[in-house]
C-alpha cells in the first residue's frame, strides 16, 4: 500500500510541468553541432543527450513534459517525435515541443535562459501546473525530480536549485552557492574566479546544476519583472538568482543524489566540451561505470530503431575486442577494437585496429586503418588505410584537435558530400 510520502511525492508530480531548455548550440563541442543543437548529439552508443534528462522526467513519473528548442533543431523534434511519442494524451501525458516563438521581440531570438522561458509563459499557463521543473537538456546523469520537488514543498521555498559538489578548480565554471544551516541559499556567484569552498571542506565548492522548481506564481512575478529589466542578460544564473537573493525571497538548496546509487551517488557531467563528451562516453564502458546505462531500476529511454543484431565477421583468430560497446547494424570485419564505442550502422572493414574510437552512427571505417582516441561524427566514410593518432602533429595539420589530444573528424573535414537524408534510421 503507498505511503503518505508517497503519495505526496505522486501529487506534486501530477502537478507539475518539466520545461527542457534545449535550444543551444554548444559551441564548444565544434564539428557535432555544426548540424545539430547540443541535446540532439549522440551519446552512449544508441541515446541523444537528451534522452537522459528526459528519462529522469518519466522515471521520476513526471509525465507532462515540454521541450523548448531554437537552433538547428530539426534532428532533435524529430527525434523526440519518433521515441517520445509512448505517452498518453487521454491522460493529460504529453512530450510538447515549443519552438522559439519570437513573440515579444520580433527583432531577436531568445536573449538568455529566462527570456526563453519567459516568452514561453503563456504557453506553459496553458497547462495550469502548479509547479514548475526548469531542466537543462544537454547533461548526463540520474535524478529522481520527486525528491527535489517534495523538498521544495517541504522547505516553503518559492524558488529550489540543485546542487553538486564540484573542485574549486572545476567550479569557475559554474554557479557557486552559499547555504545556511538549513540549506537555505544565503550567496551567489555566477563562474567566480575564486570560488567560495565548502565549511571544512577547503577544496570542494557548492554549485549550481542549473536545475530549478519554481512555484508557479513565483515564476510568473520574477520573470516578468526581469523582463523589463533593461540591463539584464535575462538569465537565470546570471540574473534571476541574485535578484531573487537581493530582494529576500526564500530560496532553497536541494543536494543531488543518484537514485540508482552505486557508490557514485553525485555522477553528473556537463558534456559542453569535446574532451568531457569524450571522456563520459568512455566511461560507460569501463568495468565499474559511474553511470551504468544497463540499470534496469533506472532505465535510459530512446527511439528504437528496427537494426539488425551486431554482425563479426570471420574472427576467429584474428579479431580482438575489449572495453568496447558495438550497437546494433554494426558490420565488423576482421579486426581489433579496444576502449571504443560504435554507434549504430557502423561499419569496419578488415586488418583495422581501432582504439579509444566514438564512431557516431552510419560511420565506415575502411580495411587497413588505424585509428587512436578518435571521434568521427555521424556517416565520416574513413579511406582505407587511414592512420589518425600516431603522429600528432601530422593529426593538426588535417584535423581538429582538443587539448586533450582528441582528433574530431566530419564529413566537411573529409571533403566529403553533406546531404540530409530524413529516411536514413541513423540521421543526423
Known amino acids: 500500500m503507498p505511503t503518505t510520502e508517497a503519495r505526496f511525492v505522486s501529487k506534486l508530480t501530477r502537478n507539475t510541468l518539466a520545461l527542457v531548455l534545449a535550444g543551444g548550440r554548444g559551441t564548444r563541442l565544434g564539428a557535432l553541432t555544426d548540424w545539430r543543437t547540443k541535446p540532439a548529439v549522440p551519446f552512449g552508443g544508441k541515446y ?51 519552438p522559439a516563438q519570437q513573440w ?3 527583432e531577436s531570438w531568445y536573449q538568455g535562459t529566462a527570456d526563453a522561458v519567459f516568452q514561453s ?3 506553459i499557463e496553458s497547462y495550469n501546473p502548479e509547479y514548475v521543473l526548469i531542466l537543462s537538456g544537454d547533461h548526463i546523469y540520474n535524478m529522481d525530480y520527486g525528491e527535489m520537488l517534495g523538498a521544495h514543498v517541504r522547505a516553503g521555498a ?58 508557479m506564481d513565483y515564476l510568473r512575478h520574477i520573470l516578468s519583472k526581469d523582463a523589463g529589466e533593461g540591463r539584464s542578460a535575462h538569465d537565470f544564473g546570471k540574473d534571476i538568482i541574485p535578484y531573487a537573493l ?51 531500476s533506472w532505465p535510459v529511454y530512446t527511439y528504437q530503431a528496427q537494426l539488425p543484431p551486431a554482425h563479426f565477421v570471420g574472427c576467429a583468430s584474428s579479431c580482438h575486442v575489449e572495453n568496447t560497446m558495438v550497437s546494433g547494424g554494426c558490420v565488423i570485419q576482421r579486426s581489433s577494437l579496444d576502449t571504443s564505442v560504435l554507434f549504430s550502422n557502423v561499419k569496419v572493414h578488415e586488418n583495422c585496429e581501432l582504439t579509444g574510437v566514438l564512431a557516431l552512427p552510419g560511420c565506415e571505417i575502411g580495411a587497413g586503418s588505424r585509428l587512436r582516441n578518435v571521434i568521427l561524427d555521424n556517416r565520416c566514410q574513413i579511406p582505407p588505410g587511414t ?34 537524408m530524413p ?3 541513423s540521421s543526423e
Not at 394 to 403: H, K, L, N, Q
Request: aromatic share 10%.
Open 48 to 98: 541523444r543527450i537528451i534522452d537522459f534528462t528526459l528519462s529522469n522526467c518519466i522515471n521520476s513519473r513526471i509525465r507532462r513534459i515540454a521541450v523548448l528548442t531554437q537552433y538547428k533543431s530539426h534532428s532533435l523534434i524529430q527525434h523526440i517525435q519518433q521515441g517520445w511519442n509512448f505517452l498518453s494524451a487521454e491522460h493529460g501525458e504529453f512530450v510538447d515541443v515549443i
Open 423 to 425: 529516411n536514413l534510421r
Open 104 to 106: 515579444t521581440n520580433e
Open 121 to 123: 509563459l503563456d504557453i
Open 158 to 215: 518559492r524558488f529550489t536549485i540543485a546542487c553538486n559538489t564540484a573542485s574549486l578548480k572545476d567550479a569557475t565554471e559554474f554557479g557557486v552557492m552559499s547555504i545556511d544551516k538549513t540549506g537555505r541559499i544565503t550567496g551567489f556567484a555566477e563562474k567566480p574566479d575564486q570560488p567560495q569552498a565548502l565549511p571544512g571542506k577547503p577544496d570542494l565548492a557548492l554549485v549550481s546544476m542549473g536545475i530549478y522548481v519554481f512555484s
Open 387 to 420: 592512420v589518425i593518432g600516431e603522429d600528432p602533429a601530422r593529426d593538426a595539420a588535417r584535423f581538429p584537435v582538443t587539448e586533450g589530444g582528441v582528433a574530431v573528424i566530419n564529413r566537411q573535414v573529409l571533403g566529403q558530400k553533406i546531404r540530409y
Open 246 to 296: 537581493k530582494t529576500g525571497d526564500f530560496v532553497q538548496s536541494y543536494e543531488f543524489s543518484n537514485p540508482a546509487d552505486k557508490g557514485f551517488r553525485h555522477y553528473w557531467r556537463d558534456v559542453g566540451t569535446l574532451d568531457a563528451y569524450y571522456q563520459a562516453n568512455l566511461e560507460l564502458i569501463i568495468s565499474n561505470p559511474p553511470l551504468d546505462i544497463y540499470d534496469t
